[in-house]
Nanobody
């Protein structure tokens, strides 16, 4: 069974940091593009960051540039999202996703809650 499992969420004060992890299982994801999305209360799911299979190419939404860093360890079948200088507006459920065909994100995790207090 192919699974993506996120962890590392929690409650943090503004200015603090969290590191989210996305552990993949069921097959190797070393060839997949991996990404993080977020869904804030009352809002649609939004793209946060993306990393290529090699880790050499990354993309970020403007609101997190300079604060968040996406990375991956293919040997561990795991992707990460380092979140620094957190703001209350970063409060959301964060989801990990994997894309193997270059077109669509086919695999999704269940999400991990991040709450940032002011």
């Amino acid at each position: 069974q192919v699974q993506l499992v996120e962890s590392g969420g929690g409650l943090v004060q503004a200015g603090g940091s969290l590191r989210l992890s996305c552990a993949a299982s069921g097959r190797t994801f070393s060839g997949d593009t991996m990404a993080w999305f977020s869904r804030a209360p009352g809002k649609e799911r939004e793209f946060v960051a993306q990393i290529s299979w090699s880790g050499s190419i990354t993309h970020y939404t403007d609101s997190v540039k300079g604060r968040f860093t996406i990375s991956r360890e293919n040997a561990k079948n795991t992707a990460y999202l380092q979140m620094n200088s957190l703001k209350p507006e970063d409060t959301a459920v964060y989801y990990c996703a994997a894309m193997y065909d270059g077109l669509n994100y086919s695999y999704w995790g269940q999400g991990t809650q991040v709450a940032v207090s002011s």
